[in-house]
């Protein structure tokens, strides 16, 4: 935990399911944590609450990522109130399931917009900003491997991202910044559980050998992985946590 102290991480969309996991963990291991959130106030601010309740450090910070600008003045905002930034997490994203065939202009636009175009936003400003010997841990998915029928628009925005990781990692060379992206499996969040029938559930948590969904937590622990001192040798990766689904 020492190691990271005074360190600063930010964390998009961090206000709930993954990404408030992620924010929860990183404070735990000395980060103070930056949690970033693009519509509803409440939800950021009473996970602050209680990262600050358990003695850790955090700030909230509005911006949709796909809006440079307010991509900008967030690093702003994390410069000013804590010197800098060292760990960037893209964790935002949206997800809409459609057959390629139904899928209209918006439904494509928006998943560009805010999983391709945000994330491509914060890691242009991570490379100019990020301090030296940081990290940049993407988010992408294990449906890049399984490609499973609905998720085109979605997946194929999350194999640009995968590129993005592997080039950006090697753009960093000479600054001891590590960049890797982690791609989950079906997780127990509001996102993935809204919806779904108890069947279909039950039918994607025995996909993978160890049949079960994975848990913000068991996503946050990888995440903690890449950020810390022990995944200093790990860049340029992907890293599927899934259970062994693919």
Do not use: C
């Amino acid at each position: 935990m020492a190691n990271n102290n005074n360190k600063v991480a930010l964390v998009t969309g961090a206000s709930r399911g993954i990404g408030a996991a992620v924010a929860e963990r990183l404070a735990q291991d000395g980060f103070t944590v930056v949690i970033n959130y693009s519509g509803n106030a409440a939800p950021a601010e009473e996970l602050a609450r209680r990262i600050e309740q358990a003695g850790g450090k955090a700030l909230t910070a509005k911006a949709d990522v796909s809006d440079a600008e307010a991509v900008r003045r967030m690093f702003d905002a994390a410069e000013a109130a804590f010197g800098g930034v060292d760990v960037l997490v893209n964790n935002a994203g949206i997800m809409m399931l459609s057959p390629i065939a139904d899928a209209d202009d918006a439904h494509f636009d928006r998943h560009i917009s805010v999983n391709l175009k945000g994330t491509f936003n914060t890691l242009r400003e991570a490379a100019k900003r990020l301090r030296d010997d940081g990290r940049i841990i993407n988010f992408s998915t294990s449906v890049v491997g399984l490609k499973l029928e609905t998720y085109g628009v979605y997946a194929a925005t999350k194999a640009a991202v995968e590129t993005l990781t592997a080039i950006m990692s090697k753009e960093m060379r000479g600054r001891n910044i590590t960049v890797n992206a982690i791609a989950p499996g079906p997780t127990a969040t509001d996102l993935f559980l809204n919806g779904k029938s108890e069947e279909l559930i039950g039918r994607m948590a025995k996909m993978n050998p160890l049949e079960r969904l994975g848990t913000p937590e068991d996503i946050a622990a990888a995440v903690s992985f890449l950020a810390g001192p022990d995944g200093s040798w790990i860049n340029g990766q992907v890293l599927r946590a899934n259970g062994g689904m693919i």
